[in-house]
């Protein structure tokens, strides 16, 4: 699956709440890169840009909006960072029960545990979401 494909099932299923989301500006995003020094993937970029406004229980990536509360990626990565040791080289973009989904230089998303790292990986944010975020596995 393509990034493109999983965006659009990530549409179809997007679930109704009360308050829904808003997608990020590209001065959002751009903000957030300055702010956590670092230039996100192509891949990131454009899953905030045009699908970081869905809800699909259980998982909620993290959003760049600043109305995002708990959700913020800036500071759920300078937690991640400072007191979970999370290394720098690691952006963590779905914080679930104390572990972290995160994405490495290489557009790979590797889980990393409260325990430490482990050999959960996936290829590209497409095959996370698919698999992880939309299957549930």
Request: hydrophobic fraction near 40%; glycine fraction near 4%.
């Amino acid at each position: 699956m393509n990034l493109s494909e999983v965006i659009a099932e990530l549409r179809e299923l997007n679930e109704p709440v009360a308050k829904p989301f808003r997608l990020p500006t590209e001065a959002e995003v751009s903000a957030a890169e300055k702010r956590l020094n670092c230039k996100f993937h192509e891949d990131y970029r454009r899953f905030l840009l045009e699908a970081s406004d869905v809800v699909l229980s259980p998982l909620e990536p993290a959003m760049v909006t600043p109305d995002c509360g708990y959700l913020n990626l800036c500071e759920i990565a300078e937690y991640a960072w400072d007191e979970m040791e999370l290394p720098l080289t690691l952006l963590p973009i779905c914080e679930d029960n104390g572990d972290y989904y995160c994405l490495n230089k290489n557009g790979e998303i590797e889980f990393w545990s409260n325990d430490g790292a482990s050999a959960d990986r996936w290829q590209n944010l497409a095959t996370w979401i698919k698999e992880v975020w939309i299957d549930g596995e």
